[in-house]
């Protein structure tokens, strides 16, 4: 069970999407990644998880969660459709599902001078990147869709 001394929370722009990450330890030892993919360049994001912690994630209007797949199709990225704003990318295998999070939509984000490390991950095929996924991403231990 994580720390609940490291406890995150986090969501789009309106606050109709919103989560709460639990984590085993502290963001400057989980650290950031920066994915080159042109999603996730395009939007500047920074991402982060944590497999030995849970994310809780809730949905106040089903209406307005945007599920975009793009690529190999294995990920669901979540997009807020009132304020645009991408939260994290979501993977479900065998009624489990992990995620890892977008570190600018904490309601307390990291500096934006916090060191990055980038990664390419377009030369893995689909098995390799569904289990490197399940191993580094944060699963997710409820998710409500209101």
């Not at 569904?130 to 409500?144: C, D, G, L, S």
Request: hydrophobic share 35%; charged share 25%; aromatic share 8%.
């Amino acid at each position: 069970m994580s720390d609940p001394g490291h406890r995150f929370e986090g969501g789009c722009h309106c606050g109709n999407l919103a989560y709460v990450f639990r984590a085993s330890t502290g963001l400057d030892v989980l650290g950031l990644r920066a994915c080159l993919c042109s999603f996730c360049r395009s939007h500047g994001a920074r991402t982060t998880s944590d497999p030995c912690g849970t994310v809780q994630l809730s949905v106040r209007d089903g209406k307005k969660l945007h599920r975009y797949r793009f690529g190999l199709k294995s990920a669901d990225f979540l997009l807020c459709r009132d304020c645009g704003v991408y939260i994290g990318a979501l993977i479900e295998d065998g009624g489990e599902m992990w995620i890892t999070i977008n570190a600018n939509s904490l309601r307390e984000t990291p500096p934006l001078d916090s060191p990055l490390t980038a990664h390419e991950y377009g030369a893995e095929d689909l098995p390799s990147r569904m289990a490197r996924r399940k191993q580094k991403w944060t699963p997710v231990a409820e998710m409500k869709i209101g």
